[in-house]
T-cell receptor
Framework: ETGVTQSPTHLIKTRGQQVTLRCSSQ?????VSWYQQALGQGPQFIFQ???????GRGNFPPRFSGLQFPNYSSELNVNALELDDSALYLC????FGGGQETQYFGPGTRLLVL | AQSVTQLDSQVPVFEEAPVELRCNYS??????LFWYVQYPNQGLQLLLK??????LVESINGFEAEFNKSQTSFHLRKPSVHISDTAEYFC????????????FGQGTELSVKP
């Protein structure tokens, strides 16, 4: 069984740039969720994708967007980067429905915005 | 809306001593409850979960947590800790039909000293 993988592991960008982060879900899972974890904080929900559509969204501006592909992998795109976007970005996969609500996390992508 | 409060930001303890990490939640809907562990510079690992059934749940490495609906708590306990248990622990709640939005507490840093 393959776990959740994310790429890249680290990334440095400058303010105003755009970034794309990638996530491959665990085998057998059909749902991907993205979280932002600032230093010293708990993760904050950005959004979830199921059947290639956004299934729920947290309190993040529209410059945070995502995609899910037919193989259930996903991308997180952030436009017009701000200094406060510096954080660990975590992807989690799960199996939607049937009571299998447990989310399994990848190792994260650490983004630094200068 | 849901919220999670982890009552202790840091818990120092000596090796082989018992430990309790406290977690309280608030929710207007039924919930699933989780504990995740995060080692330095890593993603989140699922430690244990309550979905339904027995209110006492256990992990493979000796941790246990009890769902107390009347007190809206899900405290994590271990009767004897090891140095390797040193990590950040996050309590999280997922409300039924809430779009996959895991709500996390601020985390508790468990520091096990020899």
């Amino acid at each position: 069984e393959t776990g959740v993988t994310q790429s890249p592991t680290h990334l440095i960008k400058t303010r105003g740039q755009q970034v794309t982060l990638r996530c491959s879900s665990q085998s057998g899972h059909n749902t991907v969720s993205w979280y932002q974890q600032a230093l010293g904080q708990g993760p904050q929900f950005i959004f979830q994708y199921y059947r290639e559509e956004e299934n729920g969204r947290g309190n993040f501006p529209p410059r945070f967007s995502g995609l899910q592909f037919p193989n259930y992998s996903s991308e997180l795109n952030v436009n017009a980067l701000e200094l406060d976007d510096s954080a660990l970005y975590l992807c989690a996969s799960s199996l939607f429905g049937g009571g299998q609500e447990t989310q399994y996390f990848g190792p994260g992508t650490r983004l630094l915005v200068l | 809306a849901q919220s999670v409060t982890q009552l202790d930001s840091q818990v120092p303890v000596f090796e082989e001593a018992p430990v309790e990490l406290r977690c309280n939640y608030s929710s207007s809907v039924s919930v699933y409850l989780f504990w995740y562990v995060q080692y330095p510079n890593q993603g989140l690992q699922l430690l244990l979960k309550y979905l339904s059934g027995s209110t006492l749940v256990e992990s493979i490495n000796g941790f246990e947590a009890e769902f107390n609906k009347s007190q809206t708590s899900f405290h994590l306990r271990k009767p004897s800790v090891h140095i390797s248990d040193t990590a950040e622990y996050f309590c999280a709640v997922l409300g039924y039909n809430q779009g996959g939005k895991l709500i996390f507490g601020q985390g508790t840093e468990l520091s096990v000293k020899p």
